[in-house]
C-alpha cells in the first residue's frame, strides 16, 4: 500500500510541473488516480488484468467505497477515455482547465482512499 501511494503521489506531483506538456500532465494526474483506486481493490483482494483492467477498475470501485463514490468514479472513468485519445490518437486533446480539475479531483480522492483503508483495513495503512 505503501509504494502504491507514493506511486500516486509522485505522479500527482508530476502532474503539476508546467515544463512538460498538458497531455503528459493529464496522464500523470490520470495515474495518480489509478494508483488510488488500486490501493482500494488490493487491500480488498481483488487483482484486476487484462485489456480492461482499468475499466473494471473504476467498475468496481463504488461496490468497495460506497455508491456515494459512483459519480467520482465515473469522472475518473471519463478521464481514462480522454486520456487513451491524447495517448493514441491525437496529440493536444486536453485543455488546461482539465487538467486543473483532475489534479483537484486526485487530491481530494487521496484523502478518500486513505479514511477508506483506516476504516477497513487498518493493519494496511501505509
Avoid: C
Amino acid at each position: 500500500m505503501r509504494n502504491l501511494l507514493r506511486v500516486a503521489d509522485r505522479d500527482l506531483g508530476d502532474a503539476r510541473v508546467e515544463a512538460v506538456s498538458v497531455d503528459t500532465r493529464f496522464r500523470l494526474g490520470y495515474q495518480a488516480a489509478f494508483a488510488l483506486a488500486t490501493i482500494v481493490l488490493a487491500a480488498s483482494g481483488v487483482r484486476t488484468t487484462g485489456v480492461r483492467h482499468h475499466v473494471v477498475t473504476w467498475q468496481a470501485l463504488p461496490e468497495l467505497l460506497g455508491a456515494e463514490f459512483q459519480d467520482l468514479t465515473g469522472y475518473f472513468d471519463q478521464v481514462r477515455s480522454k486520456r487513451n485519445v491524447a495517448d493514441y490518437d491525437r496529440a493536444f486533446e486536453i485543455a488546461e482547465v482539465e487538467l486543473r480539475e483532475l489534479i483537484e479531483e486526485v487530491r481530494k480522492f487521496r484523502p478518500v482512499v486513505l479514511a477508506w483503508l483506516k476504516k477497513h483495513h487498518r493493519s494496511l495503512q501505509p
